[in-house]
């Protein structure tokens, strides 16, 4: 079994394998021609029931042929640009390249004995980000999984901070369209269920800053501790932007950590034109970015930054096995002593091949890209009958309904979008998303694609509407 570990004698094998791997995979891309196949759940578990991992093929190419069967045939293609659902993104080829590198090379960031250049690599990526972010001279941060887990860390050093003992006590102010991981964070750090204050939204669903003064007040009212008030820029539902500049300075006022969650938005970071919409972000003590959203990276690519590097001591541990205390003494780099994680792949090669071969600028147009059609998106939406849009996007999502002619019934209406969601995913010609306004079932579009067009998303809408109708018409029949 030697013979599969990659090294010196293995290095033209390993060519072998990936080279036909990855004619697969591009083979399967290039033959794309919508989002998802409609497969059920029903029909593709069997077969990989059928599946004895105990009994290995021992071929790579057999390997590659029930790949084909049971995943690459049937997964949800993001390049596709009738994929309007989440917040998944095509990725750029430099950063895949980079995937391609790190996983043969293998690298933990978590000591400097484990990756050297990648240490300094990640570290590199974290300044040039927080110098985009202006968090200033002392800031620092690291990568991580993703926004939950940035958002998580970022919580932790805000407890810290807040310096009390008395958890009980300890509040978290966000507003009511903020990400779930706020609350799964509250709960993680052992805070109690009414932590989380919902701060309401305006019509825009941003922030209301009377209310957050308001909150803010009664907790010093009623002996509480706000021990970080976190605002989104770019919710996921609405790509709305929380007034940034009026949240830092209520923050200032009341001495509260102010965190961005800008897991979505942080692409505005290397927009040529929309920087502007993150004025504010600079006053924040914490920054989570994903770079596997709006930068067009793979999963997983995110990271969470500080305003005041020593805040990050929160999370370090020392082990004389890893990193032991006289390494702080000698210098030496370890990326552990900043994160949550240990063992940890340098996912920062990708947002760096990324970023030497296209720039930062390329993909700041790409980002604007998206955003331009949204903002189309949102003109077509309003000017259709057929269709009720919520708010106009700020970034690159449109949250909508159809309104069928001659149905008031509110419930009735419900049943018919979701009725049209369920039968798109299930004929595989797009991918929508759906959510819930004022308790009402939405449809959403995630636009990240800079291949989907305008007609691409009226191609979507008229098919929307012809499920929505024949529903109605099913409906009818079963009623008489």
């Not at 293995?10 to 794309?32: D, H, L, P």
């Not at 084909?68 to 009738?82: N, Q, S």
């Not at 920062?348 to 930062?360: D, E, I, Q």
């Not at 998106?377 to 690159?396: K, N, Q, T, W, Y």
Request: proline share 5%; with cysteine; aromatic share 6%.
């Amino acid at each position: 079994m030697r013979s599969h570990l990659l090294n010196d004698l293995t290095a033209e094998q390993y060519c072998r394998s990936v080279k036909e791997g990855v004619e697969r995979v591009a083979a399967r891309i290039a033959a794309t021609d919508r989002p998802f196949t409609g497969i059920t759940v029903d029909e593709l578990a069997p077969r990989i029931d059928r599946i004895d991992l105990d009994r290995p093929l021992g071929d790579t190419t057999a390997a590659l042929d029930e790949l084909e069967e049971v995943y690459l045939r049937d997964a949800v293609y993001f390049h596709h640009p009738r994929y309007v659902a989440h917040l998944n993104c095509p990725v750029v080829i430099p950063a895949v390249l980079g995937e391609a590198v790190l996983s043969a090379v293998n690298s933990s960031l978590d000591t400097w004995d484990q990756s050297a250049g990648g240490t300094l690599i990640e570290r590199k990526l974290i300044d040039w980000t927080t110098a985009r972010t202006g968090l200033g001279p002392a800031a620092d941060g690291v990568f991580t999984s993703g926004g939950t887990q940035s958002n998580l860390q970022a919580l932790l050093l805000a407890r810290e901070e807040a310096k009390t003992d008395d958890l009980a006590r300890l509040r978290i102010l966000t507003s009511g369209a903020s990400h779930f991981s706020v609350r799964k964070a509250a709960k993680l750090l052992g805070l109690g269920p009414d932590a989380v204050i919902s701060v309401p939204v305006d019509p825009d669903k941003r922030m209301r800053t009377v209310c957050l003064a308001h909150e803010l007040e009664r907790c010093r009212r009623d002996a509480l501790v706000p021990m970080a008030v976190v605002a989104t820029a770019g919710t996921t539902d609405f790509g709305s932007i929380d007034p940034l500049p009026e949240i830092a300075e209520l923050c200032a006022q009341h001495g509260v950590w102010l965190h961005v969650d800008a897991a979505y938005g942080c692409g505005l970071l290397v927009s040529p034109t929309r920087r502007h919409l993150l004025d504010g972000i600079e006053h924040a003590d914490s920054v989570t970015v994903d770079y596997h959203k709006s930068f067009f990276q793979p999963v997983s690519s995110s990271a969470v930054l500080v305003r005041d590097a020593s805040t990050l001591r929160h999370a370090t541990y020392h082990a004389d096995y890893l990193n032991p205390r006289r390494a702080v003494l000698e210098r030496i780099p370890n990326q552990v002593d900043k994160s949550l994680q240990t063992t940890r792949r340098f996912d920062a090669l990708k947002l760096w091949m990324t970023l030497r071969v296209m720039g930062a600028d390329g993909i700041g147009r790409l980002f604007d890209e998206v955003c331009d059609l949204a903002a189309e998106g949102f003109r077509m939406l309003a000017a259709d009958p057929r269709f009720e849009v919520v708010v106009e996007p700020a970034l690159s999502t449109l949250v909508f309904r159809c309104i069928p002619a001659g149905v008031t019934d509110p419930a009735e209406i419900d049943r018919a979008n979701l009725h049209a969601r369920k039968a798109l995913f299930a004929s595989g010609d797009a991918v929508i998303a759906g959510t819930t306004v004022d308790d009402r079932h939405y449809l959403k579009f995630t636009l990240l694609n800079p291949e989907t067009t305008l007609d691409d998303l009226a191609v979507v809408l008229d098919l929307i509407a012809n499920h929505v109708e024949q529903y109605l018409g099913e409906s009818l029949d079963r009623a008489s």
